[in-house]
């Protein structure tokens, strides 16, 4: 195998976990659905590169799904910190199947076949006849066309509850403040931000930053600074912006005032999924 076909296996593997990142952070799709986007573009590979007639690098594409795994395994463990053998999650045991999978569809599909993309045998049509049944069903489930209130997935209750469990299980010793609601306002608005700019993208801002170093909304609270700031420091000056326009003040609907004011026009949905946490907590 050459350096130049490796590069090019590692190149899609990457392609591959990007598509997938961003799905995933926008639409929240299955583990199912992960594995048939993968295969989905796994063959896609393979049509293109029949295409420009290097089909010679099909003998091993297989091989994208484990630079793949690579590319999710340190992104989940140097740039999440998560552990990314949690027996919980079977991400081992999602990728070992996964390789199998490209494994036999390279060894018994791809490599006996002159061209991958519908053509000849009929196996090519059952297969992407399933694929493009499989989009159409998900295009319909996810409401991509649609833009209205009530397919929002950030307002959706359990959605939220379930952003919620997983940033607070990462945030819960860098929150430092004894008030519940108040407390539950700061995650609001983390939610938010979090669901409207996802830490891929916030870490692109952040070696945009360190290039060119111009004014930007920085870390998961989406602060505007000339200066870097962390997730965790961007937390700690919501927080205090919070305290500040709550002050001495107590009672009923402080906390909504706050965020209504320090939200401006995206106050709505923040009180929104803040309503929903205390209702959660019945509060």
Known sequence: MSLFTLVAYCVLGLLSFVVLYLLRSKYKISRLYNTIFSILMFLVYASILDYLKLDYMNSNLFIVFIFQFIFDFIYTTYVLEEDFFNKREANTLYYFILMIIGLLLNNHYINKVENVFLSGEDIRLLIWGFIFVFIYKFIQEENIFEKSYNTNKLLDEANIIT?????????????????????????????????????????????IFK?????????????????FISDIQSIDIVTSDLKKIIGKKSGAGVVESAISKYMGEDNLEVLEIYNTLKNFFKI
């Open 163 to 207: 952003m919620f469990t997983r940033l607070r299980r990462r945030y819960l010793d860098d929150i430092k403040v004894k008030d519940m609601t108040l407390e539950l306002a700061i995650y609001s608005i983390m939610i938010f931000n979090n669901n409207k700019r996802s830490s891929f993208v916030r870490n692109i801002d952040n070696i």
């Open 211 to 227: 290039i060119n170093g111009r004014k930007r909304k920085l870390g998961i609270m989406q602060i505007e600074s000339g200066t």
